[in-house]
């Protein structure tokens, strides 16, 4: 019998220990590409409002030597904004992945809501660039070639560090053009102002924990609102079956960039739906990596 039918032939238990063989053993095969530092802080302890959980990165090197410093990729994770972590398998497995290809992956953590509303979680995200731009050289990095990506969540708050968020940067020492590029991956949270002032779905009473009540609040914290001329180049995927909000907000915020001459590379992907704009990052091969190489340049 070829091996492919003695898989099939495998009971259910068998068949899924089989495939979690093969998982592992090609997760160790691309660890051995990369060494990860684990837990780096990126606010001083000292800091009146430093998490001693939350405010960490993990750093993510290729083993092989380089003749100059390598691009590198800040990934902030998503997860709605009260859930979500750097340690979450997915995110160590892209953190891998990063590295085998030639970045420095840098995955960060960062406070959640109910603690912090997101515009405290848009000042960690801030805080872990600022930190970023001025110590990734000494893991390879080049802090000039810094992309930012981020998924849902991790997505919007990804995009007001690229637009600048009024002094958002200005506060952490940046300037407005500290990160080269940035890629959106089913990015959430652009237009909450939009969003909340309408309370159109189920459940949309949620984010009023994370974005308050305030709509002044909802509007700092939506990038749509600070961006400008001028900002880092913009790469946008979103799910052909994605959620109608995250569709309708990317797609005004790729207008809103056409209008001020920002036109950014806008790739709707068919069939995904929003979690699996980020689980397809655990194959090598996904189109996202090779994207992150064009913008790095």
């Keep these: 019998m070829k091996p492919f039918f003695r898989w099939l032939a495998l009971p ?50 290729p083993t092989g030597k380089a003749a ?19 340690d979450n398998f997915l995110y160590k497995a892209m953190g891998r992945r990063l590295a085998k290809q030639g970045f420095v992956g840098v995955v960060i953590s960062y406070r959640l809501s109910p603690q912090v509303l997101v515009t405290g979680q848009a000042q960690d995200a801030a805080r ?21 990506m981020g998924h849902s969540s991790g997505a919007g708050l990804a995009a007001l560090l690229a637009t600048g968020s009024d002094t958002l940067l200005a506060r952490v020492g940046l300037p407005a053009h500290a990160a080269h590029a940035v890629l959106l991956d089913d990015p959430a949270g652009l237009d909450m102002r939009d969003y909340l002032s309408k309370m159109q779905y189920a459940g949309d009473a949620e984010y009023l924990i994370p974005f308050s009540k305030d709509p002044v609040v909802w509007r700092q914290a939506s990038a749509i609102y600070h961006m400008r001329a001028g900002a880092p180049p913009f790469s946008i995927y979103v799910g052909g079956e994605t959620y109608p909000g995250i569709s309708s907000s990317s797609e005004q915020f790729r207008q809103r960039l056409k209008q001020l001459g920002e036109e950014p590379k ?32």
Aim: no cysteine; proline share 6%; aromatic share 10%.
């Design 128 to 148: 872990a660039l600022a930190w970023t731009v001025a110590h990734i050289k000494e893991y390879g990095g080049d802090p000039a070639r810094i992309v930012l």
């Design 266 to 297: 806008f790739t709707i992907v068919p069939g995904k739906k929003h979690v699996a704009m980020v689980t397809q990052l655990f194959w090598n091969n996904n189109q996202i990596y090779k994207e992150l190489h064009r913008l790095a340049k």
């Design 68 to 86: 100059a410093p390598r691009p590198v990729v800040l990934f902030i994770h998503g997860g709605n904004w009260n859930s979500g972590s750097k």
């Design 12 to 61: 259910p238990l068998g068949l899924l220990l089989a495939v979690a063989v093969v998982l592992l053993a090609n997760e160790w095969a691309v660890a051995r590409a990369s060494h990860r530092v684990a837990d780096v802080p990126y606010v001083a302890a000292s800091a009146p409002d430093f998490d001693a959980q939350r405010h960490l990165l993990d750093i993510y090197q």
